[in-house]
């Protein structure tokens, strides 16, 4: 169990304790942060600990801990923000900090007196994640072995690995969400993230592997298979991609491969679907609700609400429980993503979207786990009905321009496809499109959907994200690739 | 006093000699790093204000050596019970890892105990108040360009304002601090017509507010830069010439830079390896760094470890003849520290072929594709293979014909670092680069053909 007491209780643990603060103190706080005016007025507490162990060159003799903690103050008027933070919050610092947001207001407002707030709405639990810490294993002994065999492993696959490099990131993180209509809800988010890169080298051409594993689990997520997986995953991609050639140029088909590529509707949709791009009529797919935006077949779902992934939240950071939220439904628009600013202010409700890289940021509409749900077809059928093209089956991240639609991602991954036939690895090309068109092109939808392997993140307006991506092999018919060859 | 800082250098630097000391107790040698910011920002969108922050970040980092292992740690509080935790858990780290001979503090002579340190801040108004004022003031000249043409519509205008301390200890007897101040503005042109809308915009950042661009500037330019982009189209794939505008330059070079880092180096996550006295870019290229410049947005008297850098060439006639290393990476390739622990300091890209102003490099490109953006893309670190999706416009007998959108630029860093033609005069400042626009002679462009 997660949330609700649980959550309560560590934060308290976590928060309060150290820093002698109350529920009094908090309410106190908040009353003297709504007292403006305000439509909405939030206090979010963080306390959060990494402890970190990299390997390099075969030993593991670098490693990292930090701890901080802070609340970030926000008030909203009429649409206008008003946000101060502080890493200081024993109650004197907590009622500066909400001081600091009133004084924000255009001339300044000090001095009217606000009565406190009483906290008595809580959420409920949830089981999404454990409230476990991570951190709060002191021994390293067993990570660092796990790193150990990381290295030998990768070497041991081929005498061309040169050079590995992995790294093991445990975090435990602590929220608290106190607002000015009687809110006090907590979350325990814990996290764990091993990742690696690896260099093969031969006659003078070197090329990268990557490939990695995040949970919101400690050491006992992690089986060896799905270690072992993760190493084969890093070092055939460097073995690829030692014998690649450059990609071609040009309109052509393409295949994308299970999980991780899905990063393509994070990117052509997703973002074009969150409410402050709509509130403020800057998205390609403003006043498009209800409309075809996608050949049928292509429905895209946002869903914070499944167990175990780095994208779910027992409840977001303004303390609303996450909606599994369809965006596309058999190719038609049908959903925006909302934190609580935009929501209000468009006459909708919040989804469970708003999200904050820490207390220092403000919350945004942001993406949890973002899929294309399953279709009807076979995946080897997908590649065979291609004459020539490309199946791309990893990808370097992506971006969007919201205002014009157009993506892009590039390939880590990839084949030449001829006559229905994996032919040979290419090298990195960039993938470009504008969203709605590309939409349009997909034409068959495998039937095994996977998520990443939980190393996707997302950014937006400065702000890095942990979130999950997803879809079913897929084939779009047209779609521009930027490669070397003429 | 400053506007937006809380704690006093004296703060920081009890703070940094604590740790160090409280490390020495339980016989490590350490280096401890205070850093403290103050931040005013306004934004502001059609007369409204969107959003206004007034806020104040503190962190203290520490790294211990010990018995030839090294443990680091970090807090955001500076209160006594803090930095002992961090002390503890460094040094618990330390205990744990293997033996890395390489992970020392630097020699002691290497340290820059005193001397001269180049001006980093600016005294300038910087409250909250003088934040929204500022954006206000942006604001209502974007919108008033933009109500001088239906095509435009006015996006955000920013006025963002940072004030930082810095500390830094060893037990080598080394402490310093660094006062740093920051000011930007950066306003949003919305532009549309029958072919769809674009966003453009335009910044300036500097070290004090008198040295800004002029709030008419960066509106005129973002509706210029807007209002050039809309009907683009893409072209098809060829091979042609590509003219890199200086924004788009800076990037380049930035990755040529990271190619020369001393962690790329010695993790052979490096498309140059091994590339001192070795010619990598086109023998008319100087690339000269300089840690000095008063005011200089990337300018510093010493790194993270208290060594200084020096005014220098990395590249001269196309050769490397510099890495950016740390004592660390130094080490692990047998060199020693050039300062450059927290990477690069201002650098300045500069050629000795015919070159000239914007125009006249429009004629120099001929026909060709000029570079305004780069969408999105990657360049392997390994292999140096570079391919992005990018915006310009498409140029014949050096004007500017029409804006090109959905097309991609692919090749790999090492030959486009050779096959640069010349670098022009239209100099400009993008963060700790000053570059003028790069012209490549031959570059495979991607389009709809």
Redesign the interface.
């Known amino acids: 169990m997660n949330g609700g007491d649980i959550a309560l209780d560590r934060a308290r643990a976590r928060l309060f304790e150290p820093a002698g603060l109350d529920e009094a103190a908090i309410g106190r706080a908040l009353g003297e942060l709504a007292g403006g005016g305000a439509d909405l007025a939030d206090l979010y507490f963080e306390a959060s600990s990494t402890r970190s162990w990299q390997l390099e060159g075969g030993r593991v003799s670098q490693g990292m801990f930090a701890m901080r903690q802070g609340v970030g103050a926000r008030t909203v008027h009429r649409g206008e923000v008003r946000f101060a933070h502080s890493a200081d919050i024993r109650p004197g610092a907590l009622l500066d900090t909400a001081r600091a947001v009133r004084t924000l207001a255009p001339g300044g407002d000090v001095q009217r007196h606000s009565p406190g707030v009483a906290l008595s709405r809580r959420t409920a639990g949830h089981t999404l994640y454990p409230a476990l810490d991570p951190v709060a294993v002191t021994d390293a002994t067993a990570w660092i072995a796990i790193l150990e065999r990381i290295d030998e492993r990768a070497r041991g696959q081929d005498h061309r690995i040169v050079r590995v490099d992995a790294n093991v990131r445990l975090t435990d993180t602590t929220v608290l969400v106190a607002d000015a209509d009687g809110l006090l809800a907590g979350d325990v988010r814990p996290m764990t993230i091993l990742s690696m890169i690896v260099i093969a080298e031969q006659g003078g051409r070197r090329a990268r592997g990557q490939a990695g594993l995040g949970r919101r689990a400690g050491l006992d997520g992690f089986d060896a298979a799905a270690i072992d997986a993760m190493v084969a995953t890093a070092t055939r991609m460097a073995l690829n991609n030692l014998e690649a050639i450059p990609a071609p140029v040009g309109e052509m088909p393409i295949v994308l491969g299970p999980g991780y590529p899905g990063v393509l509707f994070h990117e052509a949709v997703g973002h074009g679907l969150e409410g402050d791009h709509h509130r403020k009529h800057l998205s390609a797919f403003d006043g498009k609700m209800g409309e075809r935006i996608a050949a049928p077949g292509v429905t895209v779902i946002d869903d914070g609400g499944i167990p175990g992934r780095l994208g779910s939240l027992g409840i977001d950071d303004e303390g609303t429980a996450p909606d599994r939220t369809v965006l596309v439904d058999d190719g038609v628009l049908t959903g925006l993503m909302q934190d609580r600013l935009n929501a209000g202010l468009m006459n909708a409700r919040s989804t469970g979207n708003g999200r904050r890289q820490s207390y220092a940021h403000l919350p945004l509409p942001r993406m949890t786990n973002t899929f294309l749900a399953n279709g009807q077809a076979d995946p080897t059928d997908i590649i065979a009905s291609i004459d020539r093209g490309i199946y791309a089956t990893e990808f370097d991240g992506g971006q969007v321009d919201i205002v014009t639609g157009r993506f892009n991602f590039t390939t880590i991954e990839a084949w030449l496809v001829e006559k229905g036939r994996l032919v040979v690895p290419l090298r990195g090309a960039t993938l470009i499109g504008v969203g709605h068109e590309a939409l349009r092109h997909v034409s068959m939808v495998g039937n095994d959907l996977a998520l990443d392997s939980g190393m996707a993140t997302c950014g937006k307006q400065g702000q890095s994200l942990h979130v999950s991506v997803g879809q079913p092999t897929l084939r779009i018919d047209r779609m521009m690739v930027g490669g070397q060859a003429s | 006093m400053t506007a937006l800082l809380t704690h006093d250098e004296a703060a920081l630097r009890d703070a940094a000699q604590w740790a160090v000391e409280q490390a020495a107790k339980r016989g490590a040698r350490a280096r401890a790093s205070v850093r403290h910011e103050g931040i005013a920002k306004t934004a502001v ?1 059609d007369g ?12 203290l980092g520490l790294t211990v050596f010990h018995n030839g ?9 500076f209160d006594r019970a ?1 930095i002992d ?2 002390v503890e ?2 040094m ?2 330390a205990a ?5 001979p390489d ?1 020392d503090l630097p020699p002691a002579d290497r340290l820059t105990f005193a001397g001269p340190a180049p001006l980093l801040y600016g005294d300038s108004p910087r409250s ?2 003088a934040m ?1 004022e500022a954006a206000r003031a942006l604001d209502r000249i974007t919108a008033e360009i933009a109500a001088s043409d239906s095509r435009l519509r006015a996006g955000e205008s920013v006025a963002l304002a940072t004030e930082g301390l810095w500390a830094l200890a060893t037990s080598d007897g080394f402490c310093r601090t660094a006062l740093r101040s920051n000011d930007a503005r950066w306003t949003v042109m ?1 532009a549309q017509d029958d072919g ?4 453009d915009f335009c910044q300036s950042q500097e070290r004090r507010i008198e040295a800004l661009i002029a709030p008419e500037t960066l509106a005129r330019d973002a509706a210029a830069r807007a209002r050039r982009a809309l009907g683009a189209r ?1 072209v098809g ?1 060829r ?1 042609c010439a590509v003219l890199f505008d200086p924004r788009t330059a800076a990037t380049l070079i930035d990755i040529v830079a990271g190619a020369l880092n001393g962690a790329s180096q010695y ?3 490096s ?1 140059l ?1 091994d590339p001192v006295g070795r010619c990598v870019a086109a023998a008319h290229l100087d690339l000269r760094e300089d840690p000095f410049e008063p005011l200089g947005l990337a300018s510093g008297g010493f790194d993270s470890e208290g060594i200084a850098g020096s005014s220098r060439a990395i590249l001269r006639s196309g050769v490397v003849e510099g890495l950016f290393l740390s004592s660390f990476s130094g080490r692990k390739l047998g060199m020693a520290s050039t300062g450059n622990a927290d990477g690069y300091y201002n650098l300045a890209l500069t050629s000795t072929a015919e070159s000239g102003d914007w125009a006249a490099m429009l004629r120099m490109l001929g026909s060709g594709l000029v570079v305004t953006h780069f ?4 360049t ?4 140096g ?1 570079w ?3 990018v915006r310009g416009f498409w140029v014949e007998g050096g004007e500017i014909v029409h804006a090109v ?8 860093v090492p030959a486009m670092l050779a096959a640069i033609r010349t670098v022009g005069r239209d100099v400009a400042r993008i963060g700790a680069i000053r570059t003028g626009s790069i012209l490549i002679d031959d570059m ?1 462009l ?4």
Not at chain 2, 375 to 378: E, W
């Open positions: 969108r409204e204000i969107e959003m206004a922050e007034r806020s104040g970040s503190q962190s292992r090294r443990g680091s740690a970090s807090t955001a509080g803090a935790r961090v858990e460094a618990l780290i744990h890892v293997q033996p890395d992970a909250a108040q929204l919305l769809g809308s674009i966003s893409a794939s091979r993790r052979r996550m498309f390896p969408h999105g893309g990657k392997d670190p390994a292999s293979n391919t992005q999706a959108t959905d097309v991609t630029l692919a090749g790999t495979q991607g389009g709809r053909a």
